[in-house]
């Protein structure tokens, strides 16, 4: 019985492994093995409550080589990576051995980034069954990461002969034939396969090749046709939500998730997993409120369901740390990891919780163990050692970098992380090279127009005069709180400052909020009009109104702190919405050398990179994104003179007591001695500077850009243009395309 469940398990047959379990599992758990292969079962499903702890397991009562393989399978699970390969070593020596024992220890060294290791050892697990074919799949997949595509192909093929529903080998084989540059070959395959068979997987693979080619649109178009044709299938909708998500379309996939959650009638009544059908959607439905800012809604449903998910515990967590509560989201993923101790997305997600609030050396020992595991850990395991890298670190980065197997965001991330090493090596040239190569990879995926943000701000100049101003001014929200605006172009030091005057004992740091211009979003509803036009509109209602929607959503988040600070840094758009609508709100801008600034978003890769952020990832972009805001800026300047304060980036680094004095005077603030001690704040940080603000003061970012002059001149050449209006045939086609800056944008309630 026991060997049966091990050949199961290693054929992935965990169904029947269930029945097996339920039916015998007191017998199971008196002998050692049966113990061992029932860890192995929870880790793997997490459908039993509890696991035999790895203590009670004791490996010197093995005596054969399928005992030693699965040991090495259960201390692999576990992340001991190490007991994991010497088990394996040792099962090989056994003359019963069978495949599985090649095939794993190849994955532990393929995971490790060593290839030829795990080659050598995948051949030989072919040798002993030559139709395994998982192992012939990762072979593909091993020989796609060394851009060696004929062979690749190869071994795919090798899979569909044996099995052509293989999870995942269509789209390795689409990744091989876009590196060949023929992958439309592919995709006009699949249509005319649909044409003649028109069935379900075919639809999902299609969906899953289009996404692959950068073509979400239609993507996401075939797999609408799917679903409507294939309403049962679970398998399609998820495939839909995700290539909805990918788009950054958040907005489209929680409508259709609580549309699908409202009418359960195309779920079949005999479906067997049903419940847990319905558990995923909601979970999905759930991720989609929080991206959105619905966090109460998200709450209450979570708070309804079982906690039988890993993704209950990263979602709750998530809700924390919008909330600032790093502790309690730590804790709630401590609870996820004693349920699911080798998921690796609550491994990731407690890595990222302890950075974010300040425990790095926490954070670094769960970072390694991820690392371990899972090869594209190293990127933020190289991060939290300040980028300082061992040369197999470097191997492996630039390893992820040129793997077409992988997202084009994963590749991008090595990309940067890879930058930052060398920068730190001071080889100036191959960094910058690298970090081309990661903003051209991330530019694949979005879909950007430095003409929307011009249009926007040329309409904004337009409708906020004097006399509007004149008109409006003090009409606003009274709020008994004090909203501080920390506002500039990103990397212009709008983290820092908000940490400076968050860790003042009156401040609350709210972090980046939506809600602003989520405001700008709801105009057309009241007034009938698009945001900035709509403003021609207002009245003291509508601004009282609006000021109190921006108040009650911060007093959700905290509702005691007197003061608060919203650090979103594209509010620069919206100063004028701002205070007209809060009266007594304190504006600080900060300003930084242009170049500077340019360097660093081209340095960054943002996480937002599908809304306003998308500038980001081109030079020219982020020159015609700084004259923006040099335009706006000196509009705002001139309608609101004393109402701004200037905080300059670089005085700041130089003269930090001074200046924060003067800023504590300007929000009027009493001085606190502590808001110089930032550093050792424990509320979390979200952003990008999520390092750097644990850390002291620092000049070293001041003129950073000379080292890179050459590289630069498209900025340059852009800034030197200056601001210049669009055409009226270029207004023309931007007045119905553009959406207000930085909204995240949805009805999910």
């Not at 992935?12 to 192995?40: A, F, R």
């Not at 969906?207 to 993507?219: K, V």
């Not at 804790?331 to 101790?341: A, C, R, S, Y």
Request: hydrophobic residues 40%; contains cysteine.
């Amino acid at each position: 019985m026991l060997k049966q469940i091990h050949n199961l398990i290693k054929d992935k047959k965990l169904d029947e492994v269930e029945e097996i379990i339920k039916q015998k599992k007191e017998i199971i758990l008196e002998d050692n093995y049966g113990k061992l292969l029932y860890t192995i079962f929870v880790l793997l499903t997490g459908k039993e409550k509890d696991h035999t702890p790895i203590s009670d397991i004791d490996p010197r009562l093995f005596s054969s080589s399928i005992e030693f393989s699965d040991w090495g399978l259960l201390n692999f699970l576990l992340g001991n990576i190490e007991e994991a390969k010497s088990a394996l070593r040792k099962a090989t020596e056994f003359p019963d051995i069978d495949e599985a024992v090649w095939a794993r220890l190849g994955a532990i060294h393929f995971s490790q980034g060593k290839l030829e290791d795990a080659r050598y050892c995948w051949e030989r697990s072919l040798e002993i069954k030559a139709d395994r074919v998982e192992v012939l799949y990762n072979l593909g997949v091993l020989y796609l990461n060394r851009n060696e595509i004929e062979k690749a192909i190869d071994y795919f093929n090798r899979v569909i002969s044996i099995n052509p529903d293989f999870p995942k080998v269509e789209e390795k084989i689409a990744l091989a034939y876009l590196q060949l540059k023929r992958i439309d070959e592919i995709i006009e395959e699949f249509y005319q396969k649909i044409e003649k068979e028109n069935k379900p997987d075919l639809y999902l693979n299609l969906g899953n090749i289009l996404s692959i080619a950068g073509r979400f649109s239609e993507a996401i178009s075939i797999l609408y046709e799917a679903v409507n044709k294939y309403p049962n299938d679970i398998r399609l909708r998820m495939k839909l939500i995700e290539a909805l998500k990918e788009n950054k379309n958040i907005n489209r996939a929680g409508t259709l998730l609580k549309e699908w959650l409202e009418d359960l009638s195309w779920i079949k009544d005999k479906e067997e997993k049903k419940d847990e059908i319905i558990d995923m959607l909601k979970l999905e439905l759930n991720e989609c409120r929080i991206e959105a800012g619905f966090i109460d809604t998200a709450e209450e449903d979570l708070d309804q369901m079982k906690k039988d998910y890993p993704k209950w515990y990263i979602l709750k967590s998530n809700i924390y740390m919008e909330r600032n509560r790093g502790e309690e989201a730590k804790e709630v993923i401590e609870q996820g990891l004693d349920k699911f101790p080798s998921d690796i997305n609550l491994l990731q997600r407690l890595a990222h919780v302890l950075t974010s609030i300040g425990e790095i050396e926490k954070a670094k020992k769960e970072q390694k163990k991820l690392t371990s595991i899972n090869p594209a850990s190293v990127i933020n395991q190289v991060e939290m050692n300040e980028y300082d890298a061992t040369d197999e670190e470097i191997e492996s980065l630039f390893l992820l970098l040129n793997s077409i197997v992988l997202p084009p965001q994963t590749r991008a991330s090595a990309g940067f992380t890879l930058h930052r090493v060398l920068e730190k090596k001071k080889e100036y040239d191959l960094a910058f090279e690298v970090l081309t190569v990661a903003n051209e990879l991330i530019k694949q995926t979005i879909d950007y127009d430095w003409r929307e943000h011009r249009y926007m701000i040329e309409k904004t100049i337009e409708v906020f005069t004097p006399e509007l101003v004149e008109k409006l001014k003090g009409l606003g929200y009274a709020s008994k709180r004090t909203p501080i605006f920390v506002l500039g172009m990103p990397r212009s030091g709008t983290t820092l400052t908000e940490q400076i005057i968050g860790s003042h004992s009156l401040v609350y740091p709210a972090g980046e909020l939506s809600f602003i211009p989520r405001l700008t979003h709801l105009m057309p509803k009241v007034v009938k009009k698009r945001w900035p036009e709509a403003m021609l509109e207002m009245d003291e209602k509508l601004l009282k109104d609006a000021g109190g929607y921006y108040c009650e959503r911060v007093k959700k988040l905290n509702d005691t702190s007197p003061f608060f600070v919203d650090k979103l840094p594209h509010n620069f758009d919206y100063i004028g919405l701002i205070l007209l609508i809060l009266p007594n709100a304190k504006i600080i801008h900060l300003k930084r050398n242009d170049m500077d600034v340019a360097l660093s978003n081209y340095q960054q890769n943002f996480a937002a990179a599908h809304g306003t952020m998308g500038f980001a990832f081109d030079l020219r972009w982020i020159g015609h994104m700084l004259n923006d805001h040099k335009a706006i800026m000196d509009h705002w300047k001139k309608l609101f003179p004393e109402r701004i304060y200037e905080l300059n980036y670089e005085r700041l680094t130089t003269e930090p007591e001074d200046v924060i004095r003067d800023v504590l005077d300007f929000c009027e603030l009493p001085w606190e001695v502590s808001v110089l001690e930032f550093y050792h704040t424990k509320r979390p940080v979200k952003t990008a500077s999520i390092t750097q603000v644990r850390q002291k003061i620092y000049k070293s970012s001041v003129e950073k850009w000379r080292r890179y002059e050459k590289y630069l001149t498209p900025v340059i050449e852009i800034l030197n243009d200056g601001f210049k209006s669009l055409g009226d045939k270029e207004a023309l086609i931007y007045q119905d395309s553009v959406k207000p800056s930085g909204f995240l944008g949805v009805t999910i309630v």
